[in-house]
């Protein structure tokens, strides 16, 4: 039930970085050395990656929400940042079918939402946090999945 209302939180932040739909580009300082990427959550259906795979999710992020701290670069920092993204979703859970099928871009079926993270590196990891259901989407809305 918590992961599922992180999720529809994740989804509600996506809306409002919606007129800013970029990821964050590593920066060349003055010295030439590259500054590390912030945190930076996203939800991928199950369909656009292979769960256990290293793989990246193929296509965009049903959701992405960026945070403008930027967190070590460590196993401490990718957790923060996970903590992070849940702290901005976990309101938003209860309208999370609505969020996400009104976000992505084809329809689905009884795929499951997992959270993605970026800290530091230019990578999607999976903190295979799962929404905990399968969502429906046919032409933008939800539907019960059967």
């Not at 946090?129 to 933008?140: F, P």
């Amino acid at each position: 039930m918590y992961l599922t209302l992180v999720m529809a939180a994740l989804c509600i932040s996506h809306s409002y970085a919606e007129g800013n739909n970029t990821l964050p580009n590593t920066v060349k300082s003055p010295t030439n050395s590259s500054e590390p990427i912030g945190c930076v959550c996203a939800v991928f259906l199950s369909g656009q990656f292979k769960k256990g795979s290293k793989e990246q999710p193929k296509g965009n992020p049903a959701l992405l929400h960026e945070h403008p701290d930027s967190l070590p670069c460590n196993a401490m920092g990718n957790k923060l940042c996970t903590n992070k993204c849940l702290d901005a979703i976990v309101k938003h859970l209860p309208n999370s079918a609505a969020i996400l099928c009104a976000s992505i871009d084809r329809d689905c079926h009884k795929e499951r939402a997992y959270l993605f993270i970026k800290n530091c590196k230019d990578e999607w990891t999976n903190t295979n946090l799962s929404a905990g259901r399968e969502y429906c989407c046919k032409d933008g809305l939800s539907y019960k999945c059967h």
